[in-house]
């Protein structure tokens, strides 16, 4: 069946850009879970979302990033005037239920990001 | 929020069995023991979890100390395929998201 979906796969951009990445969640998951992944390490969380709600915003490195689910399925990652800092891997996961007891997180493969 | 610690990378034969340790010695009575697993080039999926009880999948089996301070996973025979970035995680309740350390990383030689 169809899994998490993430859009583009790479994306290059000019330091100053800004840069909107699309996560495509499994139909009807209700959480999403967006994730930096920085080379040689584990995934660092930087927010999720509980429907439409944006529950938990504490990872978002800086103000510059922006998260949104406004119909509680597709997401977008905004970073507006990338740094260089910013290049790493971009991972969104979705899970069925509000809880991760028992309900596993899917992942994407990510936006591979590159700030020049 | 509890940690574990994992060795930094494993070596393993094709067709012999993998025990990937994790230790929690922190652990909380209500936190479960999660591990995902990260090929190259793609994002982590899930492998196995469980609370107390011993458990197994079609994937691996999870077994976990009695005091729960450790656990072990278990891949009984791997395969090239299998050579990957191993995650164990404490997730509790209370907490929204599951936070990864760096995990092993397990090379299989054919």
């Known amino acids: 069946g169809a899994g998490v979906s993430q859009s583009p796969r790479y994306k290059v951009a000019k330091r100053g850009q800004d840069v909107a990445l699309r996560c495509d969640p499994i139909s009807g998951h209700v959480s999403l879970f967006w994730y930096q992944q920085a080379l040689g390490q584990g995934p660092e969380f930087l927010t999720y979302f509980q429907n439409e709600a944006q529950l938990d915003k504490s990872g978002l490195p800086s103000d510059r990033f922006f998260a949104e689910r406004p119909e509680g399925s597709v997401s977008t990652l905004k970073i507006q005037r990338t740094q260089q800092e910013d290049s790493a891997v971009y991972l969104c996961?979705?899970?069925?239920?509000?809880?991760?007891?028992?309900?596993?997180?899917?992942f994407g493969n990510g936006t591979r990001l590159t700030v020049t | 929020d509890a940690k574990t610690t994992q060795p930094n990378s494993m070596e393993s034969n094709e067709e012999e069995p993998v025990h990937l340790p994790c230790n929690h010695s922190?652990?909380?009575?209500?936190?479960?023991i999660h591990w995902y697993r990260q090929l190259p080039s793609q994002g982590p999926e899930y492998v196995i979890h469980g609370l107390t009880s011993n458990v197994n999948n079609r994937m691996a089996s999870l077994a976990i100390a009695e005091d729960r301070k450790s656990s072990t996973l278990i891949l009984h025979r791997a395969t090239l395929r299998d050579a990957a970035v191993y995650y164990c995680i404490l997730y509790g309740g209370s907490q929204g998201n599951l936070i990864f350390g760096k995990g092993t990383k397990l090379s299989v030689k054919p």
């Open positions: 996961a979705s899970s069925q239920r509000q809880g991760l007891d028992n309900s596993p997180l899917h």
């Open positions: 922190t652990i909380s009575g209500t936190d479960y």
